[in-house]
């Protein structure tokens, strides 16, 4: 059973900052392109930004310049620096580990909550 850990959300004003962290199996966090997404009240999931077993980031145009995302293997997690949160950054966070590789797979964490007030 593959379990991906997040931690790290809660109750942060317009302008703050919180740090998202995901920790998994050492195999899982180094073999994978993985992903944050998010999903708000009547919204549908979307990826936010997502770090590729090389190293390669990409980011929500609504995210970029404000959030980070990072892989500590050391550690076997990664990160979501989040800066100059917006109430519209408000939804449930996920992560995600994907592989479209020879082994595939595509699991998700349980979620964690970020709320930004304005």
């Known amino acids: 059973q593959v379990q991906l850990v997040e931690s790290g959300g809660g109750l942060v004003q317009a302008g703050g900052s919180l740090r998202l962290s995901c920790a998994g199996s050492?195999?899982?966090?180094?073999?994978?392109?993985m992903g944050w997404y998010r999903q708000g009240p009547g919204k549908q999931r979307e990826l936010v930004a997502a770090?590729?077993?090389?190293?390669?980031?990409n980011y929500a145009d609504s995210v970029k310049g404000r959030f980070t995302i990072s892989r500590d293997t050391a550690k076997n997690t990664v990160y979501l620096q989040m800066n100059s949160l917006k109430p519209e950054d408000t939804a449930v966070y996920y992560c995600?580990?994907?592989?479209?590789?020879?082994?595939?797979?595509?699991?998700w964490g349980q979620g964690t909550q970020v709320t930004v007030s304005s």
């Open positions: 995600n580990a994907q592989s479209l590789g020879l082994l595939q797979w595509n699991y």
């Open positions: 770090i590729t077993r090389g190293g390669s980031t």
């Open positions: 050492s195999m899982i966090i180094s073999a994978s392109t």
